[in-house]
């Protein structure tokens, strides 16, 4: 069966996708507004349950995706914040653009509709990026088939991968990475001119794609372990540089027209580009280094044994379960194997030791501060300590798959079970430090019993029943993340939806605002058309707040957050506390002037006076607040025009 499978495993994978399309399956967990909203007929989780904590995906990418579909995928939108907002690089999105050929996924929006342009993007990106993981484990890292099996179901199915699945790039960067690497080799192997040109012209593609993630603190990180991949690679032939000297022409040719729409959407989007990099966050976002005690460093690495436990509990103490996710990298495993084949077996292998330097290296800059020039020129300066943790993991992942092939015989099983148990104690002990009261004894056993026996049956000769089960446990910890439902109809069918629709179809070109107490239903109406203030400031609309210019004596102290502050800055003294990424939360309030505060990193709230609307030249409203028509005034009035199941639409008038 196996063997069935590898031979035609592309045109499976394309039937998979084909599928899903069809009847639009997707992982999105946008069900979380039938809930929000008070609709839970209006559900389309088939299996699994939604994930509140992915709001990146649910409350930001999702609705900025479906918003192109009523701004005809222009490049420029003035749907997401009620402004012209780019919508390619930030978040980026599909457009009519040469570029979209390095963002794949997405080009499905062009010709689909909302749910089955969704479902291509959901699954297409899990079955390329599982195959071309299958190809990489094959011939990169030279391991048989049962085990390239379980590698591409730990890389495409991984707790990292799957909590993080719709948003930062992550499938691309882990797909493209390892299809630049795949690519190079298959091409230096190649004698035909043909064959060898359509690699390199392969080769191309991934690093455009790779390119256009536009995540640096993945790209980085994790381009570090590719670029050891390179290397390896090139070590094995003799004559890299003859074949290159020979095709010089083609490498010429195809860098430019590579780099042509690249270069292209760069220039178009200089002025967005200028003015991100300008906001404190994420466009001043730079370290040298440091972060990370050596205590909680060696924490983090040791706490991939909670992936067994996060499907399953939330968690939200000191971190969360994105932030808490990794690849299940059984450390220090590859570290053993590694002095192992080196000191015991007398065996040298380039790539083994290529990514031990590195994750060495990555280790000290999590402890330690480096120099800025050496950050700025290494890149490592726009890296988090955090997901530079995720490519020490991945980089440990990869050196026990590599490790397995290289070793000549397996230990004896008590050998095997003495290393199994000192291993899957350290999860133990660095959940219980790291997270003291996040989980309970049952807990912390099934974490030990997990961590003990994968890494024993790592060590084992591979077999029908070892291979069953390693693969069962690793799609386990990562196929339950995020759930299975069948089109947006959760979306589209829901009433104030659908009246928000109409209005839009009405009167597309009005403002509207969500006044609400938090942000969760922010980006509802542009998923409709609704130009819509408020909803995610991808980069700042400095203009709109300041407006809003009032001075020192109407400074107010009595609300209660974190961070009181003057109307609006004329000074602009607080300016990297509303020049950033912003989530914003608008509540109306009629007893004291428009107010600003900054209770965290990636939003603020504006406490405005209803007389100020006319500032924001806002026409609708949409809340969950039933009382806002006495707000209204002899100058203007407020007027509810819908309401069902506690959702209002309000006109400004």
Request: a neutral charge; hydrophobic letters at 50%; one cysteine or more.
């Amino acid at each position: 069966m196996l063997e069935n499978l590898f031979s035609k495993r592309w045109t499976i994978g394309g039937i998979l996708i084909l599928l899903s399309v069809i009847f639009e399956i997707h992982g999105s967990s946008i069900s979380i507004y039938a809930d929000m909203l008070l609709h839970p007929e209006l559900s389309d989780v088939i299996l699994g349950k939604y994930r509140g904590v992915r709001s990146d995906e649910w409350l930001v990418f999702t609705p900025f995706a479906f918003s192109q579909y009523f701004n005809n995928f222009g490049f420029i939108s003035d749907i997401v914040r009620a402004a012209p907002t780019n919508m390619f690089m930030t978040y980026g999105q599909a457009v009519w653009h040469p570029a979209m050929i390095f963002r794949p996924a997405q080009i499905g929006y062009l010709f689909f509709d909302q749910g089955s342009g969704l479902a291509f993007f959901w699954t297409s990106r899990c079955v390329i990026l599982f195959l071309i993981s299958f190809e990489f484990a094959r011939l990169i890292l030279k391991t048989e088939t049962k085990l390239s099996i379980i590698y591409a179901i730990m890389i495409a199915f991984s707790p990292l991968a799957q909590w993080w699945w719709a948003v930062n790039s992550i499938a691309e960067i882990l797909a493209a990475g390892q299809g630049v690497v795949v690519c190079w080799k298959i091409y230096l192997e190649q004698e035909e001119n043909r064959k060898r040109f359509l690699y390199a012209a392969g080769f191309l593609w991934c690093t455009g794609v790779y390119i256009l993630a536009i995540y640096p603190a993945w790209q980085v990180s994790f381009g570090y372990v590719f670029l050891a991949c390179l290397i390896a690679v090139s070590l094995r032939q003799s004559n890299v540089l003859k074949i290159l000297w020979h095709d010089k022409f083609f490498w010429i040719v195809g860098f430019a027209i590579m780099l042509a729409p690249i270069i292209h959407v760069i220039y178009i989007s200089r002025d967005m580009i200028e003015l991100q990099m300008a906001t404190e966050y994420p466009g001043k976002r730079f370290t040298t280094g440091g972060n990370l005690p050596v205590s909680l460093l060696l924490e983090y690495l040791a706490a991939y044994g909670a992936s067994a436990i996060l499907p399953f509990k939330d968690i939200w103490d000191t971190t969360n379960n994105c932030e808490l996710a990794s690849f299940f990298s059984m450390t220090p495993l590859g570290f053993l194997m590694f002095f192992y084949l080196r000191f015991k077996l007398k065996q040298k292998d380039f790539l083994m030791t290529a990514l031990f330097i590195i994750t060495i290296l990555f280790c000290i800059w999590e402890i330690t501060n480096i120099p800025d020039w050496l950050a700025k020129f290494s890149f490592m300066g726009y890296a988090t300590d955090n997901r530079v943790r995720s490519a020490i993991d991945f980089a440990q992942l990869v050196m026990v798959f590599r490790g397995l092939i290289l070793m000549k015989n397996f230990p004896s099983p008590s050998i095997r079970l003495i290393t199994a148990t000192i291993i899957a104690i350290l999860p133990l002990v660095a959940v219980h430090l790291f997270l003291p009261d996040g989980f309970n004894i049952q807990e912390n056993f099934l974490i030990f019993v997990f961590v003990a026996l994968s890494v024993f049956l790592f060590l084992s000769p591979m077999n029908k029943k070892i291979f069953t089960t390693l693969s069962l446990m690793m799609l386990i910890i990562g196929v339950t993340v995020n759930p299975i439902n069948k089109g947006v109809d959760v979306i589209y069918k829901m009433p104030v939806g659908q009246k928000i629709s109409e209005i839009v179809q009405q009167d597309k070109n009005s403002l509207w605002i969500v006044e609400d107490d938090d942000v969760m239903l922010n980006d509802f109406p542009i998923m409709f058309g609704a130009p819509t203030i408020n909803s995610v400031n991808v980069y700042p609309m400095l203009e709109r707040w300041e407006k809003f210019n009032i001075n020192e004596t109407n400074k107010i102290t009595d609300y209660p957050a974190v961070k009181p502050w003057k109307n609006f800055d004329p000074d602009r003294e607080d300016f990297k506390d509303y020049n950033k990424y912003a989530h914003i939360v608008i509540i109306l309030q009629n007893d004291k002037p428009t107010n600003f505060y900054f209770p965290f990193t990636d939003s603020f709230k504006v406490y405005l006076n209803p007389n100020d609307l006319k500032k924001l030249e806002v026409k609708y409203i949409f809340s969950r607040h039933d009382n806002l028509e006495k707000f209204s005034t002899p100058q203007f009035k407020i007027q509810k025009i819908y309401d069902d199941a506690g959702s209002f639409i309000y006109n400004v008038e």
